[in-house]
C-alpha cells in the first residue's frame, strides 16, 4: 500500500491535478479521415469538448492539425482540460507476425524512420506552444506488440524518450498492450516517467462476466514486474457492435459496454488509478468497410454525437 500510495502522489505532482476521469479522444465524423488529411473544424471539436465537460482528461493520438485544433479549442474557450499528446510512428521493421500484413521495403521504412523523427519534432513544438494544457506527452501506439502493423524496435524508442526529455519538461509515456511491458519493453521503462497500458478483455475472448477481473489481472501484472513505476491505463472500454472478426457478435452491445464501463470506473476509482476510457466517439473511417466493423463502434457516443446506455444513467 505504501509503494502505491507513493506512485499516486508523484503521479498527481507529475499531471499537475488530482485524480479525475479522462477519456480518449478523436473527432473524425462520416466523411472525416486523418489519413486523408481531412479534419474536424474548430466548431465542431469545439462541440465535442463541450459533450465531454465531465471529463478532466483527454488523450490524443498524434500532432496533426487535429491535436493542434483541440489545443486551440481548449486555450480559447478556456475549457478545463489537460491533454495527452501522442505521436503517430509508423513502421520502422516489417512485422511477419502482423496477421494483416505488415511487410514493406527498405525505402518505405526509411520514408518512416525520417517521419517518425518530423513527428517528434511537432510533438515537441505544440508542447512547448501550450504548456499549460499538454499535461504527458506518448511516444507511441501499440509499436512494440507482437501483432502490430507498425513495430519500432525498443532501441528507437528509448532515444524518442531521451530526445523529448532533453527538449521539454513534460512527463513522457509510451500508450501500448499490457503484455510488452512485462518482457520486451524493460530497457524503455527506465526512460519514462510513467507506464501507460491497454486493456480489452473484449479483444481477447472475455465475457462480461469476467472482465473486470481480467482487466485487473492484466494491470497488476504489469505491476509487479514494475513496483515502483506509476502505471496509467490508457485505453480501456467495450465495444457496441461486431460483425464476428476478433469479437463475436454476441459479445458487442450497448448494454455490455455500459456493464463494463460501470465495472470499470468503480474499481479505478476506488484504487485512483488514472484510466483514459476508449473512446469518446464512434468513428466510421477505423476499420473495414464493412459498417458492423468493431473497430468503429467504441465510443460513448454514437458519431451523430447520440449518447449510448453508457451515459444515460449517469
Wanted: proline share 5%; glycine share 4%; charged share 25%.
Amino acid at each position: 500500500m505504501q509503494s502505491e500510495s507513493k506512485q499516486l502522489t508523484s503521479l498527481e505532482k507529475m499531471m499537475g491535478r488530482e485524480h479525475a476521469q479522462a477519456i480518449c479522444y478523436s473527432g473524425y465524423r462520416d466523411g472525416q479521415n486523418p489519413r486523408l488529411g481531412i479534419y474536424p473544424s474548430y466548431a465542431e471539436i469545439k462541440e465535442d469538448l463541450l459533450l465531454l465537460k465531465n471529463w478532466s482528461y483527454l488523450r490524443v493520438y498524434d500532432c496533426s492539425q487535429h491535436a493542434e485544433t483541440v489545443l486551440e479549442v481548449i486555450k480559447k474557450e478556456n475549457l478545463n482540460f489537460v491533454l495527452m499528446l501522442g505521436v503517430d510512428i509508423a513502421a520502422e521493421v516489417s512485422n511477419p507476425n502482423c496477421p494483416w500484413g505488415a511487410d514493406f521495403s527498405e525505402e518505405q521504412l526509411d520514408q518512416n524512420r525520417q517521419a517518425n523523427d518530423e513527428d517528434i519534432e511537432r510533438l515537441v513544438a505544440l508542447s512547448r506552444r501550450y504548456p499549460e494544457y499538454v499535461c504527458s506527452v506518448s511516444i507511441g501506439n501499440e509499436a512494440s506488440v507482437d501483432w502490430t502493423d507498425h513495430m519500432v524496435p525498443v532501441e528507437r524508442l528509448v532515444e524518442f524518450a531521451k530526445r523529448i526529455k532533453s527538449k521539454i519538461d513534460v512527463p513522457v509515456t509510451f500508450c501500448e498492450n499490457y503484455v510488452p511491458w512485462t518482457n520486451k519493453l524493460a530497457p524503455l521503462v527506465a526512460e519514462l516517467d510513467f507506464i501507460s497500458i491497454h486493456t480489452y478483455p473484449v479483444w481477447e475472448y472475455q465475457s462480461i462476466e469476467n472482465a473486470l477481473e481480467y482487466t485487473k489481472q492484466n494491470y497488476y501484472s504489469v505491476q509487479h514486474c514494475h513496483p515502483d513505476v506509476p502505471i496509467v491505463i490508457t485505453e480501456a472500454g467495450w465495444t457496441t457492435q461486431s460483425n464476428g472478426c476478433g469479437i463475436e457478435k454476441w459479445n458487442a452491445s450497448d448494454a455490455l459496454q455500459a456493464e463494463y464501463y460501470q465495472q470499470l470506473l468503480s474499481w479505478t476509482n476506488s484504487e485512483k488509478i488514472l484510466t483514459f476510457v476508449f473512446e469518446a466517439f464512434d468513428e466510421p473511417w477505423k476499420g473495414s468497410d464493412d459498417p458492423q466493423e468493431p473497430e468503429k463502434h467504441w465510443g460513448l457516443f454514437y458519431v451523430d454525437r447520440r449518447p449510448k446506455l453508457v451515459l444515460q444513467n449517469t
